[in-house]
């Protein structure tokens, strides 16, 4: 710190020195006057000049006033054949020539401003980059974040719901508490520990939490800092950052977004990117300079392990990849607790059941929804969080804010609460589909209504007709704005993509095609890069392909009719649902068995 002030304090007064130095150069040191040519011959020929210095374009020099002291003066020459022989004529004790000066000038003047430019530039240049990260000195050099091993004080104690990812990190641990141990009983530790999952799931807080367990630095950067501004950079700062995670060592790096520079290289069209290639190139010189146990492990993160460079993965690079998973039942209710921990729950409060009404929810989901609950208790002036309050949080996070003002129109309305009523009422007519919990009408992010379909518990494998009366759910939004106002909107849209999502599932991957059969015609994950899709033949011929089209539609189209059979049969049914919606806004599984009963039409 104190020496990065010295520095910068050298750096301006540098830059003073300069300035200074330009400016005595371009202007006169003293106070000259300056005297026509004829006013300089009149104080010659009164023998008053004492010593002069000649140039091509001005005469410098000294005359003594009447007053007797000697005055400073100068003056444009003008051609003078004579002047020589004057200077000799009138007793000048001292007359000298003097090179071009305005030519030096120009020159001082040239090459000072393009010195002046680079200072500022350079001064600049630092102060934005300070400004970007309180740890950057200078270009090139690391922005990574340091967190102290002593006050880092996130522990294993604050992840849940991942025990073996954390089982398998505690060895790591150990490793970093005590390296020589681990020398000289010559175990090898891995040099690079690859953590993948969704976004949301911990990965951070986990490699956060190994430093903090074992109590080393944890040095912590984004693989996309990486690669911004100049080719060259971001290798620069790859080296930087090993060089001081070393000097601290035993010490945690973490390099998240690890897929920013990590992709797979030569995907690009042209070869690919540059800088993040040279970056790259860095990271693994970096990991194979490794001594092992010198006391460094690098964590690295990833939502896309699938795009990473072959190169990575190699032994003795990230040899060690571990799955962080979404959380499950069990999981979520940990996670739940973790966070319950920092706020004021209500006793009556039970995070088993948040937990169940959470699938696919991830770590940072949860933690979002415990403090939105927290936000709402507070707004409502209450003391602790209730039941009610988490139920709504849980809400907002699944499906954005609630919106305050809605500028539905009431015949848009009356089109939404019918496509909510198609989806709900084919989800209760068909057997084993997910129970409706709640069915709205009100704006919530993007989505103009939504059906809450809630499974009764989390599930690994689903039939095949359970995927058929999924996609005929999917439909029923559009078959009732189909059957009741003979026309269809744009509303629908999403149900569409999700339902052609499954189908095509249905008929590539999970073989439940009869025609096509038990195939998989999964093509490759979807690449950003375009070189490598190019270059990827699809594996199946024309006619498989037509067939899979066929089939595709066959299963939307089976869908969709067994969606409008329902909902016509049961068309009394869907117009109290939708009146109801219409009215209420929102429907709870309660409310929409007793309309359906009352209109006969009872699950
Ligand atoms: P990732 O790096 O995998 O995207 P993060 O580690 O950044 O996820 O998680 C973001 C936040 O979500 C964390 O700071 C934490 O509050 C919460 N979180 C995520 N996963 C968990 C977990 N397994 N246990 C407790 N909290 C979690
Ligand atoms: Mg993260
Ligand atoms: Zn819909």
């Known amino acids: 710190m104190e020496n990065r002030n010295f520095k910068q304090l050298a750096l301006w007064a540098l830059a003073f020195i300069l300035l200074v130095a330009l400016f005595r150069n371009v202007k006169a040191p003293e106070q000259q006057i300056k005297i026509p040519y004829s006013g ?47 200077l000799q004529t009138y007793h000048v004790a001292r007359y000298e020539g003097e090179p071009d000066r305005s030519w030096i000038t120009s020159l001082a003047v040239n090459v000072g401003w393009i010195v002046l430019f680079f200072v500022f530039w350079w001064l600049f240049f630092i102060r934005q980059v300070q400004v970007g990260g309180k740890q950057a ?33 505690s060895e790591i641990v150990d490793f970093l508490k005590n390296p020589e141990q681990f020398r000289k009983l010559g175990g090898k530790m891995p040099r690079g520990v690859l953590l993948f999952g969704l976004p949301g799931t911990g990965k951070t807080l986990l490699a956060r939490a190994v430093a903090g367990e074992a109590g080393v630095p944890f040095f912590s950067a984004s693989a996309s800092e990486f690669v911004e501004m100049f080719v060259g950079v971001g290798a620069s700062r790859v080296r930087d950052l090993f060089v001081q995670a070393k000097k601290a060592a035993p010490a945690v790096i973490f390099v998240d977004e690890l897929d920013a520079v990590g992709r797979h290289r030569f995907a690009g069209i042209g070869g690919g990117h540059d800088e993040r290639e040279q970056t790259l190139n860095q990271l693994l010189v970096e990991l194979d300079g490794f001594e092992q146990n010198q006391g460094i492990v690098l964590i690295a993160a990833t939502n896309r392990p699938d795009v990473l460079d072959p190169a990575l993965l190699r032994p003795g690079r990230f040899d060690r990849q571990i799955n962080v998973p979404a959380p499950h039942l069990k999981g979520r209710e940990e996670i739940l607790k973790v966070h319950a921990r920092n706020v004021k729950m209500a006793q009556s409060v039970d995070l088993a059941l948040v937990a169940r009404r959470t699938p696919g929810f991830s770590g940072a989901d949860l933690a979002n929804v415990i403090n939105e609950a ?3 208790a507070a707004r409502k002036k209450k003391e602790a969080i209730e039941t009610v309050d988490l139920e709504e949080a849980i809400e907002r996070v699944m499906a954005g804010p609630q919106k305050k003002t809605s500028v539905m129109s009431d015949k848009e309305k009356r089109i939404v609460a019918y496509h909510e009523s198609g989806h709900t009422l084919v989800a209760k007519i068909l057997p084993g589909t997910d129970p409706v919990h709640k069915v709205s009408i009100i704006s919530r992010g993007h989505a103009l209504g939504y059906t809450l379909q809630l499974p009764t518990e989390d599930k690994y494998l689903t039939s095949k007709s359970e995927i058929l009366n999924r996609l005929a759910v999917l439909f029923g939004g559009r078959c009732a704005e189909e059957i009741i106002f003979s026309d269809v909107t744009t509303g629908a849209s999403d149900d569409i993509a999700k339902a052609s999502a499954f189908a095509i599932r249905m008929v590539t991957e999970f073989g439940m095609s009869e025609k096509i059969g038990p195939l998989s015609l999964k093509k490759p994950d979807q690449e950003i890069f375009l070189g490598r899709d190019i270059a990827q033949q699809p594996n199946y011929s024309d006619n498989t392909a037509r067939l899979v089209d066929e089939e595709v539609k066959r299963i939307i189209i089976e869908a969709q009719s067994k969606a409008r059979d329902i909902l016509s049969t049961h068309k009394r049914a869907l117009d109290a649902l939708a009146a109801k919606l219409f009215d209420r806004e929102v429907l709870n599984g309660e409310d929409i068995d007793a309309i359906l009963q009352q209109a006969g039409a009872a699950a």
């Open 40 to 86: 300089f011959q009149k104080e010659l020929k009164a023998g008053a000049v004492v010593s002069v210095k000649v140039q091509p374009d001005i005469i410098e020099g000294k005359y003594k006033a009447t007053d007797g002291h000697l005055v400073d003066f100068e003056t444009i020459p003008l051609p003078d054949a004579n002047l020589v022989q004057d």
């Open 137 to 169: 000195m200078s270009f090139g050099k690391t922005r990574a974040k340091l967190s102290d091993g002593n006050k880092n004080k996130t522990t294993f104690a604050d992840v849940a719901g991942c025990d073996e990812a954390k089982e398998e990190l």
């Open 374 to 376: 927290a936000l709402l």
